[in-house]
C-alpha cells in the first residue's frame, strides 16, 4: 500500500525474495508467493522490493518477516524524498525543542553563579553536563526522527497516535517515551505470531492483558487510554478471526466516541461470531453508536454495510 494515502493500495510493486517466484502487486496491492519449502515461523529473505519512483517505508517490519498462512505481510510504500523530508522536519521540531531545553538550563546556570548559588567549578562542571546531553540528545534525534518519519498516518491508533501529537506540540521527550511504550507490545505480539503455539499463547495472555487495560481506563487520563487503546488493538489484530477480540475492542472505541473506528470492528465482530445472542448484542451496540452519530448519511452507510454482512 502507498505510506499516509488513506490504506491506497499500490500496484506493480516487485517483490523479489529468496526461495520463492518473483511477485508483482495487482491493481488491489495483493501479491502471491510461492515457496516449496517453508513452514509457518520461517525467516524469509527478501532479495528486492521495487517500485519505480517509490521506496520502502516499513524496512523493519520486511526485515523481520516470517512465512505465516495466517498473517500476510504489509508492504508499505512512499514516493522517493518523502522520507527525508519527514526526517528533517521531525529532526527540527526536536533540534529546536532541544536546543531550547539546554539555553534555559545555560541562563539558570549564569544566574545561579550571578548570585553565587554555586561555584565557578560547580558551574563549569555543570556547562560540561549540559553539552554533553545536548549531543546525546542530538544523537538519538537522529534515530527517533527516522522512527517517526516511518509511522503511517493511516494506521495510527493509541499511544502511537499520541507520540504524533505529543511530536506535533514540540514535546519531544514525551513522544519518544509514548514511541517506545507503543512499541514494546508490538514486539510482544509479533514475537507470539512467530510462534508454532502462538493462538495458545494468546488465549492465555489475553486474560490479563484486558485486566491491565481495566486498570487503565479506571486511570482516567489521556496516557492511560491511549496505552489501553493500544493493548486491545494489538489483540484485535494478533487473531482477526476471534470475535470477542474485536468486539472488546470495539466497545472500547464507542466509550472513547471513536465512532468511525468503532464500527470497524463491531462489523468485524459479526461477521466472525456464530453466536445468535452475540450477534443480538453487537447490533444493540450498533443501534446506541447509531444514536450518537450527527450524520444521518453515515449512519444509513452504515446500517447499509450490516444489511450486507447478514446476506
Known amino acids: ?3 499516509c494515502s488513506g490504506n491506497k ?3 506493480g510493486v516487485e517483490v523479489l525474495v529468496m526461495g520463492a517466484t518473483p511477485a508483482v502487486s495487482d491493481v488491489n496491492g495483493h501479491f502471491r508467493l510461492a515457496f516449496r519449502n517453508k513452514m509457518n515461523g520461517d525467516l524469509i529473505m ?3 522490493i521495487n517500485k519505480n519512483g517509490y521506496e520502502l517505508v516499513n524496512k523493519e517490519d520486511v526485515q523481520n518477516w516470517v512465512f505465516s498462512t495466517k498473517y500476510p505481510v504489509k508492504i508499505v510504500m512512499c514516493k522517493l524524498g518523502t522520507l527525508d523530508e519527514s526526517k528533517r522536519k521531525y529532526y527540527q ?4 525543542y532541544y536546543e531550547k531545553k539546554y539555553n534555559e538550563s545555560i541562563n539558570n546556570l549564569k544566574t545561579q553563579l550571578q548570585k553565587n548559588l554555586i561555584t565557578k567549578l560547580q558551574y563549569d562542571k555543570a556547562i560540561e553536563e549540559a553539552n554533553e546531553q545536548l549531543n546525546k540528545s542530538k544523537k538519538n534525534l537522529e534515530f527517533y526522527s527516522n522512527k517517526f518519519a516511518r509511522i503511517n498516518k493511516d494506521e495510527l491508533y493509541g499511544i502511537d497516535k499520541l507520540a504524533m501529537q505529543l511530536l506535533q506540540e514540540g514535546k519531544v521527550d514525551d513522544a519518544i517515551k509514548a514511541y517506545e511504550d507503543s512499541k514494546i507490545l508490538d514486539r510482544f505480539i509479533e514475537i507470539l505470531k ?3 503455539n502462538a493462538s495458545y499463547n494468546m488465549i492465555v495472555m489475553a486474560p490479563l492483558l484486558f485486566n491491565q487495560v481495566d486498570l487503565l481506563i479506571q ?4 496516557y492511560s487510554h491511549s496505552k489501553a487503546d493500544t493493548i486491545l488493538h494489538a489483540i484485535a489484530v494478533s487473531d482477526t478471526l476471534n470475535s470477542d477480540y474485536s468486539y472488546k475492542y470495539a466497545s472500547f472505541l464507542l466509550n472513547e466516541q471513536k465512532y468511525s473506528d468503532s464500527f470497524h470492528w463491531y462489523k468485524a465482530s459479526l461477521i466472525t461470531t456464530t453466536d445468535k445472542e452475540k450477534k443480538c448484542k453487537i447490533l444493540g451496540d450498533l443501534n446506541n453508536l447509531y444514536l450518537q452519530i450527527d450524520n444521518n448519511r453515515v449512519v444509513e452507510e452504515y446500517k447499509k454495510q450490516i444489511s450486507d454482512v447478514g446476506k
Open 194 to 196: 512467530k510462534r508454532e
Open 9 to 11: 493500495p499500490l500496484s
Open 219 to 222: 486511570k482516567n487520563d489521556v
Open 93 to 96: 521540531i526536536g533540534n529546536d
Open 46 to 48: 527478501y532479495d528486492q
Open 1 to 3: 500500500m502507498e505510506f
